[in-house]
């Protein structure tokens, strides 16, 4: 089963989030915020990234730019996940290099299907 990294800095929701995925069968990595989330994507060069936009040290809009200017990691899939869906949010975060984008609070199922569909999208061969 693919990898997945959250980055995310609440705890009850990497708690939730995690669990569920792990539950169907996902390997989950952990980062709480937007540096130890670009540090850990590129160690472990996860299938998909889940990122919040609200973090703290660097922010999901600024991790997203990073990872996409490194080679290694710019082919990585990226859902930007915010609380703050502001009018032209969705828009900021494919300009930073999503590659899709959900509101919270996350719906899973809604979720679920985002990351399935760029799982299949961007399969590595």
Not at 3 to 19: F, G, P, W
Not at 33 to 49: K, Q
Not at 87 to 116: M, N, S
Request: hydrophobic share 40%.
């Amino acid at each position: 089963m693919a990898k997945i990294l959250l980055v995310e800095d609440n705890e009850l929701n990497r708690d939730m989030l995690s669990r569920r995925l792990m539950r169907i069968g996902f390997e989950v990595l952990v980062a709480i915020d937007g540096a130890s989330g670009v540090t850990t994507a590129e160690i472990e060069l996860p299938d998909l990234i889940v990122m919040d936009m609200s973090l703290p040290i660097l922010d999901g809009w600024e991790a997203t730019k990073r990872l996409k200017q490194i080679t290694a990691t710019q082919n990585i899939p990226i859902i930007g996940c915010s609380a703050h869906a502001m009018v032209g949010d969705r828009e900021r975060g494919i300009e930073a290099g999503c590659d899709d984008y959900d509101t919270k609070p996350i719906e899973f199922t809604r979720l679920l299907g985002k990351i399935e569909h760029l799982l299949k999208k961007y399969a590595r061969s």
